[in-house]
């Protein structure tokens, strides 16, 4: 079982940026998948980027893309969102996630969320 822990949030003005910060328990580098999500009140939880580890392939949501890099340092094993170009609909609690070693992007591991709010 892997535990992960989120930090890096906080309160940013629009146009700001914000990295978010994700320190597994385990290895996460032989992992599937890895990604963020991110759930606003009300909202139903959505992906923000992911990456497919085998493949070495990073995915973002249309929303986002252009103003967030998501990586994967593999010597540390942690995971970061790095957003940039901040805009108020980016307001939202964010999950890191992670899938186990096998053949199927199926995220697993959950962090307990980090806020971000932007005004």
């Known amino acids: 079982h892997v535990q992960l822990v989120e930090s890096g949030g906080g309160s940013a003005q629009a146009g700001g940026s914000l990295v978010l910060s994700c320190a597994p328990s385990g290895s996460i580098a032989d992992a599937y998948c890895v990604g963020w999500f991110r759930q606003a009140p009300g909202a139903e939880r959505e992906g923000v980027a992911s990456?497919?580890?085998?493949?070495?392939?990073?995915y973002y949501d249309p929303s986002v893309k252009g103003r967030v890099t998501i990586s994967l340092d593999r010597d540390n094993n942690k995971l970061y969102l790095e957003m940039n170009n901040l805009k108020p609909e980016d307001t939202a609690k964010y999950y890191c996630?992670?899938?186990?070693?096998?053949?199927?992007?199926?995220?697993?591991?959950w962090g307990q969320g980090t806020q971000v709010t932007v005004s």
């Open positions: 990456i497919y580890n085998r493949i070495r392939t990073a």
């Open positions: 996630a992670a899938s186990n070693n096998g053949d199927r992007c199926d995220f697993v591991y």
